[in-house]
């Protein structure tokens, strides 16, 4: 019976993979669709000179039909809801244990343990129909072992929890629980057992928007269900509920959901690979067309979208005051005071203790940041964290081998000076803005416009035209034109410009100029 409900269990699971994964049993609409050629989206309808001389202020990179390199059917049976992490899709109730290690290897220095719960119930609230029913901190000496707390300790919090009314689970604030530990949590306290992966991963699920947003949080769910099949069939084994073979296939259950699984995640990255060479041809557009790219990053619920809504004027953007609002990275033009434009890109938001595996699972979308011209580090500097918050964010970036001459040109922004009463800084290597009512954005695109000159290697340059021939015309097209003085007398004028070095190049030959 015990081998009959894990096989009852897993097989919604192994069938979506089966239907995927399998040709004999995918339907015949959901196929990969050939290479296209690709632009930016917010440049479809428009004409390239608009999009250079900064007549509209947004622009999405969105993953339309026509454009798209896998069917929509194919990535929502990738995506179909799993309770992969047995949160289901209910209101839940929760008791918030958050481990405090005193000392040793795990101890956090630069924060305390009533701010890292304070971002445990942050992330329960960002949630709809989760809240918290109470919540505690208990110290703890050995937080690898199968319950984390010492005997004494853990029999207090167990009577705790049973005696709290309502509760449907309990989360439990470590990176990631064995699937051991979960199994005895479940047994002791009889609820559901979760940890910040599984809670992370849930909201990632419910604020996926796009196609490789899914794919990415599927791909993050393997190791999820890896686990709970080893620790299912060794359950099995203990009871002696196994048969040693599945009908007659010679693979035992072990090995069928073992290469289903695999085979899952094969296809789950093809998908990703596909879009990622997607990302590079937009990636090559904008090198082609000499956009500069500036990737606005930070910790999660930083200001980053609000940032960018107050630098572009794109009213299409709706900021959130929630964890994780942005998991699909977004493209949006604005122009900078020599009136060159720059495309903003909005990153998803870091967070501490964030395991690996989601982070793996997100690199194609983080790829982006690699490839800009410039970064901006946005920081909430209201927040009691912001320090432990830079350190988590540095951490993630020197994780992800970002090339030094972009760290090393990095923006620090100091976001919410509206909320601090007489703020004052002292490194002058930070800017402080508040993005909501527009304090120090001036200074912010000076700075930014500085660097991009340095980064791209633009140059400044008065040139002389004659106003009889197509030069200023094509200057206005190719260029960033600043200012034009026109000489009546002889029908040239002295033309400012922002232009690079291969485009002034191509003005020199096209019109022989020396």
């Known amino acids: 019976m015990a081998a009959l409900r894990t096989i009852q269990r897993w097989l919604p699971v192994l069938q979506r993979s089966c239907t995927a994964i399998c040709p004999l049993h995918r339907p015949t609409t959901a196929r990969f669709l050939p290479v296209r050629p690709f632009v930016l989206s917010a440049a479809r309808g428009r004409n390239t000179d608009e999009v250079s001389k900064g007549r509209y202020t947004a622009s999405t990179e969105e993953e339309e039909e026509e454009e798209d390199f896998i069917d929509d059917s194919e990535v929502e049976e990738l995506f179909q809801q799993q309770d992969i992490a047995e949160v289901g899709q209910g209101q839940h109730r929760l008791f918030i244990v958050h481990p405090d290690v005193k000392w040793g290897s795990r101890k956090q220095h630069l924060t305390t343990a009533e701010l890292m719960l304070a971002e445990a119930v942050g992330l329960v609230n960002t949630l709809d129909n989760w809240t918290v029913v109470d919540s505690i901190i208990l110290s703890t000496k050995t937080p690898e072992k199968k319950r984390i707390f010492g005997k004494g300790n853990f029999q207090s919090l167990t009577e705790k929890i049973r005696q709290t009314a309502g509760i449907t689970a309990v989360f439990v604030n470590v990176e990631r629980l064995s699937p051991l530990s979960v199994k005895e949590l479940k047994e002791a306290w009889g609820v559901n057992v979760f940890d910040r992966y599984s809670v992370v991963l849930h909201i990632f699920r419910c604020n996926a928007q796009t196609k490789e947003a899914k794919l990415q949080i599927s791909l993050a769910e393997i190791p999820l269900l890896r686990s709970r099949l080893r620790n299912d069939v060794a359950n099995l084994d203990q009871q002696g509920g196994r048969s040693k073979y599945i009908g007659g296939s010679g693979e035992t259950l ?235 007398n002889d029908g040239s004028a002295i033309v400012k410009v922002v232009i690079s070095t291969a485009a002034y190049g191509r003005y020199k030959k096209l019109f022989s100029v020396k």
């Open 254 to 488: 072990l090995e069928v959901q073992q290469r289903l699984l695999r085979e899952r995640e094969l296809k789950i990255r093809s998908a990703l690979e596909k879009l990622r060479r997607k990302r590079h041809l937009l990636r090559s557009q904008r090198k082609h067309k000499e956009f500069p790219v500036v990737s606005v990053l930070g910790y999660t619920n930083c200001g980053k979208t609000t940032l960018i809504k107050s630098l572009t004027g794109d009213s299409g953007l709706q900021p959130k005051n929630q964890l994780f609002a942005t998991l699909d990275v977004t493209v949006h033009a604005g122009q900078l005071p020599n009136h060159m434009t720059v495309l903003y890109v909005d990153t998803i938001g870091f967070l501490s203790q964030l395991p690996h595996q989601l982070i793996d699972s997100f690199s194609a979308t983080l790829e982006d940041i690699k490839h800009s011209d410039l970064l901006v580090h946005v920081r909430d500097i209201s927040h009691p964290e912001t320090v432990n918050q830079k350190v988590n964010v540095l951490n993630v970036l020197k994780n992800l081998q970002i090339p030094e001459r972009l760290l090393g040109s990095m923006i620090e922004v100091h976001n919410k000076i509206d909320l601090i009463d007489n703020y004052q800084f002292m490194d002058p290597h930070v800017l402080p803005i508040s993005a909501l009512d527009g304090r120090g954005l001036d200074e912010l695109k000076m700075a930014v416009e500085a660097e991009i000159i340095a980064s791209t290697g633009k140059h400044i340059l008065d040139l002389r035209v004659d106003l009889s021939s197509p030069q200023l015309s094509w200057l206005y097209k190719e260029a960033t034109v600043q200012d034009v003085e026109v000489d009546a």
